[in-house]
């Protein structure tokens, strides 16, 4: 996935929503800081989801967002990725402190609305990426 693409589901996210915030989970929420990882040839170039928990939460809004961007719906179709809506019950796994290590997406840190867990996700990527790493 390309930070362009993820920026695309939380910003449809979002106004679904209404208003809110956006916590991005897994490996997709490294293009926050990292965003070479979506390039072709790079560990996420082959990743087509953003897990997201949108906040506050909502039922509803949980299953529109799922009906509108979860695979094989017409936005997943369209545009070749999609989001994968995850419960606010996951942030009872979370690390002790794990929002304070949030950060927002650059391109929409006016509206303060996106954070992203790297301690969660980078313990994902090593175990993902590690195979591919050669030392010389």
Known sequence: MRLSALIHVVRTTLDLMGEGQ???VGS???LGTYP???EAGEPLSTSYDADIIPEPFDEDVGI???EALSE???FHLRHGYHADVIRPKMFEQFPEGWRDRCVALPCLIAQTSVAW???ILLRQSVRSVAPKI???
């Open 28 to 30: 997709s929420s490294l």
């Open 72 to 74: 094989d719906r017409r």
């Open 117 to 119: 867990n790297h301690t």
């Open 64 to 66: 529109m967002v799922h």
């Open 36 to 38: 070479e990882l979506g």
């Open 134 to 136: 050669s030392i010389s």
């Open 22 to 24: 956006i916590i991005v």
